[in-house]
């Protein structure tokens, strides 16, 4: 079963659109603070421009062992969160776009990941759902977990949105939130994803 929490953190200075927005005329599903569900279509440049409530895919990509996460860094000409390090690649999701197909399109774009394939055979499972809203961003979001079984030398990286990646244990991936940069969307369903597997340990 799906949970879902709330986050809003303090309102950074300006805005963080470093760089021209990606894919301006890209049709994105606009939905409200209170539901993820869509109320209308926008362009990308329209979300960003206004900060639009939107939905996004968040994948995070471990191990067969599930010890580690592949952490990428995005390119310093992205349009939020330029040069940080994101541990669960995903993306802004179309107006009739699912989250399990979004998330599914997704890595397959930015890291080449196909799930269903032999390297990661399973789809990607839902974890739970959570707003989050700073001064770049406003959007549901929904924490997939996503193991592949590959090598670094297997992923097949997008040029416009990844600049590099690794493999991260744990306590690697806890210190990174601590440190930074790290896109803060991201940071918060690790953190959750990190205490909940914690407590779930023996």
Known sequence: ML????VVLASTPGRTLASA?????ELVGVCTRESSAVVRTETRATVRAQNLPHRCS??????????????QKRVAWKETYPSHFDPCP???MGPDE???????RELAEEMGIVAGSALA??????????????ATIRNWGRLFKVTFEGDLADLSLQDEEVESVSWMDRAELA????????CPDAALACRRWLASSESESP
């Open 3 to 6: 949970l879902a929490c709330r």
């Open 21 to 25: 927005v990606q894919k301006p005329a």
């Open 58 to 71: 968040y994948c995070l990509v471990v191990d067969a062992a599930q010890q580690r996460v592949l952490v």
């Open 90 to 92: 995903g993306g802004v």
């Open 98 to 104: 699912t989250f399990e197909e979004n998330a599914a």
């Open 121 to 134: 055979p399973r789809p990607p499972e839902p974890l739970f759902d959570f707003w989050f809203e700073d």
């Open 175 to 182: 210190r990174l939130l601590d440190t930074g940069p790290v």
